[in-house]
């Protein structure tokens, strides 16, 4: 199970692996903090298209294609492919305020293709 989950939302222990999908460090969270086990920036939106999005709506549909474009070859992403396959449950946590339109919102839905895809090999 992949689900998502704002950085400052509490921490449950349905959580299970708890893993910072942005580029930049919060703000207000301590880096000592024990809410997150892992800290995957390089599976984030790179800088150029990061500022370029802004949080903008307008631009939502085109940030979700050029960032799923950058994550074809990356591979902080195939860590985290990996990660998800031997950890149940993954949460994504992310600091924006929008809990639908974010990079959390992009990678957690192509993570649950690669994964269902991989384990549905796995069984043939």
Known sequence: MIQLKR??????????????????????????TGNIDLWLRDVAPT??????YAHLPSRWKRF????????????AFDRL?????????????????????????VLSSILKIRVSRFRARMQR
């Open 7 to 32: 950085v400052y939302d509490k921490t449950d222990v349905t959580d299970g692996l708890r893993i910072l999908v942005d580029r930049l460090w919060p703000r207000g969270v301590r880096r000592s």
């Open 47 to 52: 800088n150029e298209l990061r500022k370029w």
């Open 64 to 75: 979700k294609e050029r960032y799923k474009k950058e994550l074809e070859d990356n591979k």
């Open 81 to 105: 492919v990996d990660i998800a396959l031997v950890n149940d449950p993954v949460t994504l946590l992310y600091a924006a305020n929008e809990r639908r339109h974010n990079n959390a919102v």
